[in-house]
């Protein structure tokens, strides 16, 4: 981790303070195919620093007990591990404590709020609830850029209740088409669920403008962050979303946590999804009272140990700093789309170089399939991701059925992202397509 001093410097990470972040990930040095690891697919799923994983072990091995419900000493304790690393996920967003539900990760966040919204929709609905419902003649807007997590969930929504599930469309470069958004967003309109930035072309969205407009009409706003928290800091109240989502696993914790943001008076209002123990408040054989948020959406046993590791992680991000963490990636995406749009036959996804977006480009190379030039990094040791990234309407916008995606993160050099290009450089000339 880098020494406080650096705390203070102001500005993007350095190579220099990248190269010492790396020396915390130790699966980072190693060979794969004889050639050293470059890790390009944090996308995907981000690699782990020691102080996760001791974070996890130191769990297992001092306070492993069920939470909420013991009253001996190792169950208050794993209890205060857990909602200690409730708090610490909270403030990183912005949020208060309370406003913040574990789920497993992104996808069952999103579900988790369609399927409330789908239990407000139907049956005896309690009148706090009724604001969440959708049926015949409402309208749940979504974008054409969604990874499939934050669109199927909204279909199903409609397929349930009968409302009608309409998109903004996506432009040439990648970005929302804002005219037509302007058109989109109607009185029928009750449910907005968008991505802050696309895994697929990186493009960021304006979260503000856009959920103004949604708010305008009087429609609750789901942000899906899961490219954005790991890697701009970003603050829910300033957004001004209703809801967010997340995953840990993007943001250097462990598998199997992640986390829905809600406003409080809205958590506490909506109908529970999942039910079971401790989320009541009394059961008797003909029904059950609900806690408020957040126990009210978390029946079951939880990811207690991904939870301490996921506030380890958070701790890690922010004495990192969130900026320079920003910054560095920043510059490493136009370093990325510099370097492919200066190669022939390959076409960037999203924005040209010179235009924000984040650290991740996915592209095509004429006249090779996107697996194929997957394979070919992979013989060179770099990681990368392939196929259509869950965004299979995305892709055919484009005219793609699948494309290659690099994506860095904290600890990815330079250095790294130009072996990166010098290898795919090497892409059309070793399957021996020719051309511009
Ligand atoms: N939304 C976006 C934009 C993503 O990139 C991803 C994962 O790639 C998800 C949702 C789903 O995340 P998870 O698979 O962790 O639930």
Redesign the pocket.
Known sequence: MLKSADHDHQGPLTDAEVRRIRNDFPILDQDVNGKPLVYLDS???SQKPVSVMEAEQEFYEQRNSAVHRGAHTLAVAATDVFEDARGTVARFIGAAENELVWT???????NLLAYSFGNASVGDVPAEARQFGVGPGDEVLVTEM?????LIPWQELCRRTGAVLRFIPVLEDGTLDMEAAAALFTARTRIFAF?????VTGVINPVVELTRMAHDVDALVVL?A??SVPHLGLDVKALDVDFA?F?G??MLAP?GI?AVYGRAGLLDAMPPFLTGGSMITTVTMDGAGYLPSPQRFEAGTQAISQAAALAAAVNYLQETGMERIHGWEAALGQRLVAGLEGIAGVRVLGPAAGVARAGLAAFEVDGVHAHDVGQFLDAAGIAVRVGH??AQPLHRRLGLSASTRASTYLYNTTDEVDAFLAVVAGVRPYFGVTGA
């Open positions: 996308g995907a799923t497993s990760n992104a996808t069952a966040g999103l969604e990874h499939h997590a934050n991505t802050h930035v696309s895994n899906d899961c490219q989502v995953s696993h993007k598998t992640g990234h869950c």
